[in-house]
């Protein structure tokens, strides 16, 4: 009976040595391709809260598209169109669009490039 439990035990897997470096990498891989990168993205949203100023087009979360007529501490007033304007969180703004006339004259050189 002895015998049969230590076959069934050496062949169960290796030693806990290995064990235990394959678990920390895998910790090591879920840092390197999730939480790292999450942490980065993160970062680059709080500084784009922080330079929020009036005239910024910006686009949230929900996708409204609107200009900033008002920041606050908490709450982004948006114009959407002429006379039309709405509060939202400033955690919900999720991107500035660029200003149309510059994107226009970067599409029109590549164009000239090729």
Known sequence: MADS?????????????????????????????????QQKQL???????????KGDEVITQGGMI??????TEREVTLEVANGVRIRVLKSSVSGMIPVGGETAAKTEEKKEEK
């Open 5 to 37: 439990f230590l076959i069934l035990a050496q062949a169960a897997g290796p030693s806990g040595a290995v064990n235990i470096v394959f678990i920390l990498a895998l910790f090591a891989i879920m840092y390197f391709v999730m939480i790292r990168p």
């Open 43 to 53: 970062k680059a949203h709080r500084e784009l809260l922080s330079r929020l100023k």
């Open 66 to 71: 609107g200009r900033i007529h008002l920041v």
